[in-house]
């Protein structure tokens, strides 16, 4: 959200001071502005007070309550307040997970407002999600919808709730609107200066959700702004490639045993006219596990090494880079293309003379991890940058592969499905494409949950698959024993397995801290079938292909996220076979983590599977920390908000078609107004 910047700093606001000033401060709240922009997480509606009778026929009460008496459950680090409460219809108990200072709040005779949440557990009525305040009956915020805000130690809701008051009463005057009036004018949105206020102070629910679309809606506006100007940007950039008659193309299709997709021929058909477009391409292709991506990239290299140009082709590990080098190379060496490889492995003499076949364009597609950002790779004519699995890469990063080719086309990749709201924000300024469709013969993945201690089960069912020849993953989520995390190691995991539990079958053991050349020689051992079970912490989680396996047994699951169980359940059904993904999971599951391994059992589509991990971790969380610096939203919310942002969206672009140089309606560009109240990273605005 876009406010002007007040220069007063919050500890001279009335009410504050030098030692409020301070635990401000570590909510990020320095000046009346970052005040203002401190938004509520919840709000309560008192308008009308509720009676424990009736805690368990409503998802959420307001009620007045008298302290009982409170009391410990549970022994140890377990333990756990109690509090016993009543009113004049019944009586409850709040139990204080992580909260035992609350004894010392909640003292019997007292009177507080509780809104939360009851459920009838052990024979009473309970709530551990509830929200409090000394009961006194003069207080304006009760009888009213009162904001709950985020806090930190020294500062109450009520002592936040009146400087916010007062806050709003010193900038009441001076905010202008910043959309544009036609905006305000069409979608009815209140003055700024009123949606704020009610943002904080709602008179009603309905006038809470206008102000908030209102604030929701410049938010995303904004946002969609920079994006599309930074897509105008881009094609600005252009380059001369001359058609050509795909003659490579066919000949590899005509050596394939198999036919593409119907997905995969149109998202080669759309990103061709991106080929040779007069302007830079900048496209995103994203897609299920297992739905053929590599393998469009590849094709559309063959169009560019046709018309005399090279490509790169990176990948963030070694062990995926030297698989797609492999594969490539398979594909392609028999119609003439030089593939070469490169990582930091490479020996010095062998680089200098990769290096000297490539600025002398005797290399026409060349596979490699982060090295090829080094500065002393020159190209002779780089066309086309391919990056994989592109959530690996900072945006830096990719600009710099760019600058060794005059504006060569970018093709990023991933097998993690981008949900839309991602698609259009973190991704909006690129062309997306989307692969859904299997290969033909794929059979779903069957997948089975168990308990820890109950892998006997488990273990009899690899070993039935084994013995018709088939292969399985076990995954770790740690390396080696932790003394402060209760989790099975890999390596621990490993030599039980290959002494009690496996001692009969070939067993290897594949983990990042492993030398380069022996985690090739594992990966190559197991994808030759030289191995049955291949032990591994997640760093099979994404390019690894052993049509033969066909069991992947994960324990602790409910320690991986769910993109990263999905990426290991795609390690298999790799081929016809029918195949199986095990997820024992341990005794102490969290609420995520019960949504998640729910999540996993009840669909193998990877698109919904995307959009439950946003609605669990968060754009954030998501992105991974190189790319989630810009989604600092401050009233906006991706999920929530997400027909809200597409409106957005088409009014920027629009605005921006009708009017390239739009500037805001004081005459500011969009990097002043961002200046003054900056929500985005210059990463994002610069990154190209």
Known sequence: ????????????????????????????????????????????????????????????????????????????????????????TGTAVLLCFGRAFLESVFVPGKRFLVSGTFKYRFGEVQSSNFEYEPYLPGNEDFKAIIPIYPLTAGITQGVL????????????????????????????????????????????????????????????????????????????????????????????????????????????????????????????LHGDVGCGKTLVAVILSLSVIESGEQVAFMAPTELLARQHADRIADLLQPIGIRIGFLSGSVRDEERKLLLDELQSGNIDLLVGTHALFSDDIAFRNLGF?????????????????????????????????????????????????????????????????????????????????????????????????????????????????????????????????????????????????????????????????????????????????LSALHQLRGRVCRSVHQSYAFLIYGVNLTEDGIRRLKVMMETTDGFRIAEEDLAIRGPGELLGVKQSGFLRLTVSDLIRDKDILEAARKDAFSLLEDDPGFITPENMTIREVLNRAPPFSDEFLDGG
Not at 21 to 33: F, P, Q
Not at 49 to 63: P, Q, S, T
Request: with cysteine; proline share 4%.
């Open 1 to 88: 959200m876009f406010l002007r910047e007040f220069s007063n700093e919050v500890r001279f606001l009335k009410g504050v001071g030098p030692r409020l000033s301070e635990v401000l401060g570590k909510l990020s709240i320095s000046t009346i502005s970052d005040l203002i922009l401190h938004c509520p997480r919840d709000y309560v509606d008192r308008s009308r007070i509720d009676h424990l009778k009736d805690a368990l026929k409503k998802e959420k009460v307001n009620c007045i309550v008298e302290v009982v008496a409170h009391d410990y459950i549970g022994k140890g680090y377990r333990k756990t307040l109690k509090i016993h409460i009543e009113d004049a």
């Open 161 to 284: 709730r009146r400087i916010m008051r007062g806050a709003l009463d010193v900038i009441r005057d001076t905010i202008e609107n910043e959309l544009p009036e036609r905006l305000i004018t069409a979608y009815r949105f209140p003055h700024k200066s009123e949606a704020l206020r009610t943002l904080h102070f709602p008179d009603s629910t309905a006038s809470l959700l206008r102000a908030r679309q209102s604030l929701v809606y410049e938010e995303l506006f904004y946002l969609q702004l920079l994006i599309k100007r930074r897509a105008i940007k881009r094609r600005i950039q252009r380059k001369s490639r001359s058609p050509v008659p795909f003659a490579l193309e066919n000949r590899l299709l005509d050596r394939l045993p198999f036919s593409l997709t119907k997905d995969q021929r149109a998202v080669i058909s759309e990103i061709k006219q991106d080929l040779f477009s007069p302007f830079a391409a900048s496209r995103l």
């Open 385 to 561: 940058v391919i990056i994989d699995e592109q959530h690996r890469f900072g945006v830096l990063q990719r600009l710099s592969i760019l600058k060794k080719g005059r504006n060569p086309d970018l093709l990023l990749m991933t097998a993690t499905p981008i949900p839309r709201t991602l698609a259009l924000t973190a991704f909006g300024d690129l062309e997306i494409s989307t692969i859904r469709m299997q290969p033909e013969g794929r059979i779903p993945v069957i997948t089975h949950l168990t308990r820890e201690g109950n892998e006997s089960r488990v273990y009899r069912r690899v070993r039935e698959e084994i013995s018709q020849g088939r292969q399985a993953y076990v995954v770790y989520p740690i390396i080696e024993e932790s003394d402060s995390l209760a989790l099975k190691d890999a390596e621990t995991g490993f030599d039980r397995l290959s002494r009690e539990i496996f001692p009969d079958f070939r067993c290897g053991l594949i983990h990042s801290r492993l030398q380069e050349d022996h985690k090739r020689k594992v990966m190559e051992d197991f994808s030759h079938h030289h191995l049955d079970i291949l032990v591994a912490t997640s760093v099979v989680e994404v390019g690894v292909d052993v049509p033969e396996a066909t069991c992947m047994v994960i324990e602790h699951a409910e320690r991986f996220g």
